[in-house]
């Protein structure tokens, strides 16, 4: 079985330990600080939050995911289900009904497994108060066992339509919930950045920030050459340097990559560096579609400044030298066409400078001499 796992959040043998980041999160948990956990994506967040809250005795995580929430309703859906997962036992569900009862759910009960389950009518309208009485729940039950409330994509909550009171509810019952920690993980900077440090947000400097990049390099080495062994595919360190290379070092590339490697080399061999680029072109036929389709929804300008960002880098998309080779004549013009590729999550901004989200797209249009 290929030992590479991605796109997904990895847990036990899965999980390279992050030592120093697991023990100040371990901290501030047990003190009860509330944290905000800021990286870029697929640099393993939500992984470091699972695995770490894992390990502290006597507490449990409730893992609260809102990627794409689109209203109230769901995200009050989204609670009561997380709060069944994490608390199996029938008062507690009982408990939970009669506080959401005004909301007059459906339970139902799955004829295999035997789990309940939640469900309100989509087109009700529900009163931003409902999620006041949910949090006050939590934080009762919390006396009886210590909770960890995690939202993972909690720029998310910027979809709902009544957003801002939405945020200034969870504010006001979350600053009364001292020795409850919460956690407030994302990935899109502009949007985590509007909640947690525009001084008119109520969640202003309301969390201790951790910054979440790379993983230890040599660590992370240990942990891919290991993984290789398992297959006895000897791999060595000048190799899994190209790989970081070619990844950029963001750790789910890197399993994707490798992953890739795993799946077109022997049992029982030694990995060379040819080896990445044959592995390179699994990727791109794995995501082909997906970027032939990404490319199509773009407007010339657009596919020029990408290509030229692609060649160039993403630093000074105004200088002269980008715009003869992009032939825009109008600085205007690329600045333009690269905020579009940042809404449409082609690219995204890292200090001064545009990124690629995707390494491997970026080496696809190289690749392809776009
Ligand atoms: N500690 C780790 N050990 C091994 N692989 C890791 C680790 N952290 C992240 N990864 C790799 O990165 C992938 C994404 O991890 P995870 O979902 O935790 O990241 P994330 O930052 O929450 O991503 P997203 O921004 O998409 O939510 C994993 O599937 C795995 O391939
Ligand atoms: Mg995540």
Redesign the pocket.
Known sequence: MNP???????TDV?????RSLEKVLKEHIVSGQNVLIE?E????????IINTAKEIKNYRILYIDINQVKTLNDLINRITSSLISMDRQTHFFEKLVKVISHLRPSVTIDSYTGNPSISFNANQVIHPKSLDQLLEFIYQEHSNKKNIVVF??FQDILNLNNYESIVAILRSRIQFHSSMPYIF?G?VRKNMDKIFYDPDSPFFKSAIKME?GA?EKEIFRD?IKDKFLSGKKIIDTGVINAIFLKAEEN??DV??LCNALWSITEYDTTINQIDIEDSMEVIFAREKEFYEHTISLLTNHQLRCLTSIAYLGGKSIQSGEFLEYSGIVHASSIKKAATRLVDLKILYNYKKEYRFNSPFFRSWLLYKKY
């Open positions: 590479f796992k991605y796109g997904q959040i990895v899965d999980f390279c330990p992050r990286g994506r697929r640099t393993g967040k939500s992984s470091l993972d994509e993980s990935s979440i993983l942990y750790p789910g399993q994707e």
